[in-house]
């Protein structure tokens, strides 16, 4: 009952509270946003893609988060398989030129 309650209800509310906390201060910003959104890599796993704040900010209304090459986004894997199937329709992803309208220039 403890871990099949609790102890998940625990885990997966630090992990939610995390997201809007952590992400906002530490981590990468590749993206220009007008906020302070972040990318955090080790919150990637737990929270199934959601760390990668600063493509959430940056392009609101995608489905993917994880927009760079290595950025593993659970969420985004599982909405693709939903639309395989027929599940999911109209899934909106930024284009090419839209993620590189919105990178931050290298230095």
Known sequence: MVWAGLVRIFLFQHVTFSINSICHFFGEQ?????????????????????????????FPASAVHGLEPGQLDI???????????????????????????????AE
């Open 30 to 58: 590749p993206f220009r946003t007008r906020d302070e959104s972040r990318n955090v890599r080790l919150l990637a796993i737990p929270s199934f893609g959601e760390s990668w704040h600063n493509g959430h900010h940056a």
């Open 75 to 105: 969420s985004a894997l599982v909405i693709r398989g939903m639309e395989r199937l027929g599940l999911a329709s109209e899934v909106k992803r930024p284009d090419l030129q839209q993620i590189a309208l919105r990178r931050v220039a």
